[in-house]
């Protein structure tokens, strides 16, 4: 089974660790007997969005999230027509947040129906524990989530985030809303930065038997569900 | 008014430094409560004819610690902020502290440390005269924000009428001098060790911090410090007054401007920056070059975060060394694991995440995506050990270094680590973890600290 990954801006969206969710994805889609490609793609070459069956996007920092507005807008409607076709699409840290209208003055992609208020002066900070809401949850989903959020960001309210907040210091998409991310189809994008499949291997399973489908098999992965145990007990004492 | 004002503040700020000395209390105490009361003393104050200020992600403690040891050896008196002591409230305890009751600071130099976030709180009331900038990495990112995030906030602490020293191989603290008269640049040559690659994980010099176009590097001395130049506009490494224009890895020296040659044992350039910078403050302040560098060489002898221990296992001892790096900065476990593969023998290492800050509580562990770990895959490293709280996250990282799982052992407890890292039977053996979890290696029952600091 020939599965395609697409690494978008892998070089300046990529400010907290992100390359790990490639790097573990493309190793257990392997492990499963995929033939997997993964294609790095940055400023200045073409992305053919409808090619891939994942496409990601990290974090960066408020310069390069511009960079790769001004960089993606010309393939906005490819990347639109993707998720329209029901590709896997994950977007995190401050990278989802592109999609929207407008940041502050400068447009978005204008892909979905939101606006974003940046105030670099303020920023919100955080270890996080999110529980999938009912939009998420149709993706037989159901355990938290845990991570850090690290942005100077408002979302302007949206009808289906990906989270409700449990522990946060700080605030979700806006504040005290205590709701986070957005999902729509198989577009997933949450403020969480770094390697949340890795961190997350409930997701990532989800996301492996998306891809896979009936060729997917339960495996154990011990480390990273020893980790998440135990980030998971950690965050649940403060 | 003004000057009874100084005179209380001074009074004041002695009085509770005294007192929280007695207590074995922290030296921004004093300050604090000075400032509530007389929250624009900082301004008042007659400061000597230089004042030199250090900032930058790494090493600001040990650059400041070394210039005032030159300093000191050059003749010059000096006031200067010790460690954890350089936000406003450390810099007011400092310079009160130093004042005569006239408000008067009475060495011949102020020195400070300042935290690169809060520079801007304190540099309002007075500006320094001098000011080095050593880096900008990706250093604490859940505190300290990224590093253009800091580079902004440093900004806000910068007037025209202080010089800046720069270092020119880091390509966003040069930004700093980027059209700006009179800044002063201290950086190395090329040297025989430089790499044509930027071979660790991710590259923050890949683009331009001006135009955001691509650069293009001429060499790197680590991760993205090196020569490089932009491809559109044009910003390039800067010429350097202090250079660093040989590095002898064998012999551990290295040559500065041609001239002057001191033994710095080293790993990489990384640890001879805060060299360059001392020696490029040395200078300015007027001490003579000859006299710095006998310092230099002297301050090298009794300092470093280096520590040797025996380890006891039964019958047997196990003698290793510790490396103190800084968890979630990867620049500085990169420079641990290049002094681990450094050795050629066969060697032991064990890697300790239990908690991530000894300041404050986080378990973002996204910071270990970001280290060379790979370098470890090497044919001379035959046991690693990951210990503590995350070590599972350490697992999953090390899943994709290439090392062999049967070579690695995982263990929640760093006594459990200590075991099976005692066990292996290697002629070298290296502990690598932060200043948060060393205590717990060192503080093991049969664990003795032999020497370093």
Not at chain 1, 52 to 80: H, Q, W
Not at chain 1, 122 to 138: F, N, Q, Y
Not at chain 2, 119 to 125: G, L, S, V
Not at chain 2, 426 to 437: A, I, K, L, P, Y
Request: glycine share 8%; net charge negative; proline share 2%.
């Amino acid at each position: 089974m020939d599965i395609k990954i697409l690494f978008l801006c892998y070089d300046f969206m990529n400010l907290y660790g992100e390359n790990g969710n490639i790097r573990m994805l493309e190793k257990r889609l392997k492990e499963q007997g995929a033939n997997v490609t993964v294609d790095r793609i940055t400023k200045g070459e073409t992305p053919n969005f409808m090619e891939y069956d994942f496409i990601y996007c990290g974090s960066g920092t408020e310069n390069k999230r511009n960079m790769a507005v001004e960089y993606l807008k010309p393939y906005a409607k490819d990347l639109k027509a993707a998720i329209e076709a029901d590709k896997i699409v994950l977007f995190t840290g401050n990278a989802w947040e592109m999609l929207g209208n407008k940041i502050n003055d400068q447009d978005g992609l204008k892909i979905f129906d939101f606006d974003v208020i940046e105030d670099y002066t303020k920023r919100l900070v955080g270890d996080a524990i999110l529980l999938p809401t009912e939009d998420l949850k149709s993706k037989n989903i159901d355990k938290p989530f845990v991570g850090f959020i690290n942005k100077c960001s408002v979302v302007s309210e949206r009808k289906t985030p990906m989270f409700n907040v449990s522990m946060l210091s700080g605030d979700g998409n806006s504040p005290k809303d205590k709701m986070e991310g957005f999902v729509y189809k198989n577009f997933f994008g949450t403020g969480l930065t770094g390697p949340i499949l890795v961190k997350n291997p409930h997701f990532l399973k989800m996301i492996l038997k998306e891809l896979l489908g009936e060729k997917y098999s339960e495996m154990d992965y011990k480390n990273e569900e020893k980790a998440y145990e135990i980030t998971l007990s950690e965050l649940s004492k403060r | 008014m003004k000057k009874i004002k100084i005179f209380l503040a001074v009074i004041l700020c002695k009085t509770i430094h005294f007192l929280a000395g007695l207590l074995g209390r922290g030296s921004s105490i004093p300050g604090a409560i000075t400032l509530k009361i007389f929250p624009d003393i900082l301004s008042l104050i007659t400061l000597p004819e230089k004042v030199v200020a250090v900032t930058g992600s790494n090493g600001k403690t040990s650059t400041v610690e070394m210039i005032a040891h030159i300093l000191k050896a050059g003749g010059k008196t000096v006031a200067y902020n010790k460690e954890g002591s350089n936000q406003i409230e450390g810099v007011t305890t400092c310079l009160l502290c130093n004042s005569t009751l006239s408000g008067k600071v009475k060495s011949d130099v102020v020195l400070l440390e300042s935290d690169e976030r809060f520079a801007r709180h304190t540099f309002k009331h007075f500006h320094p005269t001098d000011y080095i900038i050593t880096n900008l990495y990706r250093d604490q990112l859940t505190r300290n924000g990224h590093p253009e995030w800091v580079y902004g906030v440093i900004s806000e602490s910068i007037y025209p009428d202080t010089r800046l020293i720069l270092n020119a191989d880091d390509p966003l603290v040069s930004k700093f001098g980027y059209g700006r008269e009179g800044t002063l640049y201290f950086g190395a040559d090329h040297v025989s060790f430089d790499s044509d690659t930027n071979d660790s994980i991710y590259h923050d010099g890949k683009y331009c911090p001006v135009c955001g176009e691509k650069m293009e590097y001429e060499y790197f001395h680590y991760n993205h410090i090196g020569k490089y130049k932009c491809t559109s506009c044009n910003y390039h490494r800067m010429d350097t007054t202090w250079s660093l224009t040989d590095a002898d890895l064998k012999n551990g020296t290295i040559t500065i401007n041609n001239e002057h040659t001191l033994s710095l044992p080293f790993s990489s350039l990384y640890q001879c920056y805060n060299t360059m910078a001392a020696f490029a403050a040395a200078e300015i302040c007027g001490v003579d070059a000859n006299v710095a560098i006998s310092a230099m060489e002297q301050f090298h002898l009794k300092s470093g975060r280096i520590m040797t221990f025996d380890l006891k296992d039964g019958e047997k001892t196990v003698s290793g060394t510790l490396l103190t790096s800084k968890h979630e900065n990867s620049i500085s476990y990169d420079q641990s694991i290049r002094v681990v593969t450094g050795t050629e023998k066969d060697t032991t290492v064990m890697i300790i995440v239990d908690a991530v800050s000894r300041k404050y509580f986080t378990s973002e562990t996204s910071w270990l995506w970001d280290i060379d770990f790979e370098m470890l895959d090497s044919d001379n490293v035959k046991r690693v050990v990951l210990a503590g709280k995350y070590c599972y996250d350490l697992a999953s990282r090390f899943a994709f270094t290439g090392i062999s799982e049967d070579k690695i052992g995982i263990y929640e407890t760093v006594a459990e680590g200590a075991k099976d890292f005692a066990a292996s039977n290697t002629d070298e053996h290296f502990v690598v973890t932060c200043f948060s979890d060393k205590g717990k290696f060192t503080s093991l029952e049969n664990v003795t600290v032999t020497g370093g600091v």
